[in-house]
């Protein structure tokens, strides 16, 4: 058993200047996690595509906490879950569930930079509610319609990837029923973004509906509204405004995740 801080090898200097920063960008994003409520002790993933290269994917070393991740500390893997670098020299490796369900995400959305899963409190909560994410609140509207993933057990099983895929289709965030959250978007600060938003929408559902009284549905026409002013297409991509504050957020803590 390891009791000292998680031990990694530098790699600015062997990898290219687009991928370092984006190195950079997906450990802040594993820091933020933490920081809202996002994280389950060492296990879930963040997954982003290296730049220029839509078969190689950077991900966590299974059994670093997300305030452990530094841009160096991140595991270069293959679509098919080959470990390509591995800066803890093999010391921890890849968990299999994780890849499971990223490289489901990846291999079929070549629009898909990266991909956020998670057990947070609210979106398990939905996940386990017959009515799944209800458009209450103008947060939960940006995702309408959410997509749904049916729970088929621990996701090891290489033949889930399909339905993984197919259920998630275009949409850019799924509830995986009886799991949690996935988001699947253009960019690591889109997905931050994203997923802060969605655990949003579930707690506030959670809220209200215990309240243990009616509840107050907008009609579908200002639904359909919301979610299309939400578009990234029709006003901008949400997150990437809001990227670089949230690195200002970590440096006024810990500026360690860009080593």
Partial sequence: MLMEPPKHSPVKD????AEWQTRVDLAACYRLMPHFGLSDLVYNHITARVPGDETRLLINPYGFMYEEITASSLLTIDIDGNVLLNPTEGIYGVNAAGYVIHSAVHAAR????CVIHTHSRGGMAVSALACGLLPLTQTAMRFHPVAYH???GV???LDERRALAADLGQAEVMI???HGLLVASASIAQ???AIYWLENACRAQVDAMACNTSLQMPPQDV???TAHLYKPETRRPYGEMEWPAM?????????SYRN
């Fill in 14 to 17: 062997m990898v290219s200047e």
């Fill in 110 to 113: 070549h629009d898909v930079k």
């Fill in 150 to 152: 049916h729970y088929q």
């Fill in 155 to 157: 996701a090891v099983d």
């Fill in 176 to 178: 995986l029923r009886n």
């Fill in 191 to 193: 997905a931050f973004n």
């Fill in 223 to 225: 639904i359909d509204k």
């Fill in 247 to 255: 690195l200002r957020f970590l440096d006024r803590r810990d500026a």
